[in-house]
């Protein structure tokens, strides 16, 4: 079964700053790779997706991920943070085989300073 | 138009009451999802149907009860509700197993 963590809790960057939000999953081929946003009161939005090919992808509102086979990492960047950013993010893996899981991280909950 | 839509956007209920959840969706999709993420916004899923047919079915409580009269359309029902039922519940569609998931606003309900 597949798993993902993601490290930090709770992030804190000043408006402007640049972001990198960690992602480690867990799965025993090449998963499918998600990050999700979520902003209070509302639900998920899908930023990016990674299914194959270029393992750098570029998402909504300016994010890109990249998958690291090696690592076994999809971290989430964005290299200029707006106050608008700050909500909670979700990393997920779905697997390619019919009848398993897809398996949302814990969430990293990014806050944004003036 | 509302890809994902969820009825109703709140409930408030008491305990051993009976409530139902609708969920619909108009993207085409053949799987749908029901996820409860409880108040550390920890998402986990309940079940998965494809095309109607019951596929994924986590370790949850007989109370709990999807039904799929079609494929654009996924209801959870919940008997005897339980303080412990208080949760935000989503409801997701995708148009392939394992792939991206289109998310419904959410339904928060409250068990006093």
């Known amino acids: 079964a597949q798993s993902v963590t993601q490290p930090d809790i709770h992030i804190t960057v000043s408006e402007g700053a640049s972001l990198e939000l960690r992602c480690n999953y867990s799965?025993?081929?090449?998963?499918?790779l998600f990050w999700y946003v979520q902003s209070p009161g509302q639900g998920l939005q899908l930023l990016l997706k990674y299914f194959s090919g270029d393992t750098l992808v570029q998402g909504i509102k300016g994010f890109e991920a990249e998958f690291k086979r090696s690592q076994s990492s999809f971290n989430l960047r964005k290299p200029s943070v707006h106050w608008s950013d700050a909500a909670e993010y979700f990393c997920?893996?779905?697997?390619?085989?019919?009848?398993?899981?897809?398996?949302f991280g814990p969430g990293t909950r990014l806050s944004v300073l003036p | 138009d509302t890809a994902v839509s969820q009825t109703p956007k709140y409930l408030v209920t008491q305990m051993g009451n009976d409530k139902s959840i609708k969920c619909e969706q108009n993207?085409?999709?053949?799987?749908m999802y029901w996820y409860k993420q409880d108040s550390k916004k920890f998402l986990k899923i309940m079940f998965s149907y494809n095309n109607k047919e019951l596929i994924i079915n986590e370790t949850v409580p007989n109370r709990f009860s999807p039904k799929s009269p079609d494929k654009a359309h996924l209801n959870l029902h919940i008997n005897s509700l339980e303080l412990g039922d208080s949760a935000v519940y989503f409801c997701?569609?995708?148009?392939?197993?394992?792939?991206?998931?289109?998310f419904g606003p959410g339904t928060r309900l409250t068990v006093t």
């Open positions: 799965y025993g081929a090449t998963p499918y």
């Open positions: 997701a569609s995708s148009p392939r197993t394992g792939g991206e998931q289109y």
């Open positions: 993207l085409g999709h053949d799987t």
């Open positions: 997920a893996v779905g697997a390619r085989n019919y009848g398993q899981n897809f398996v």
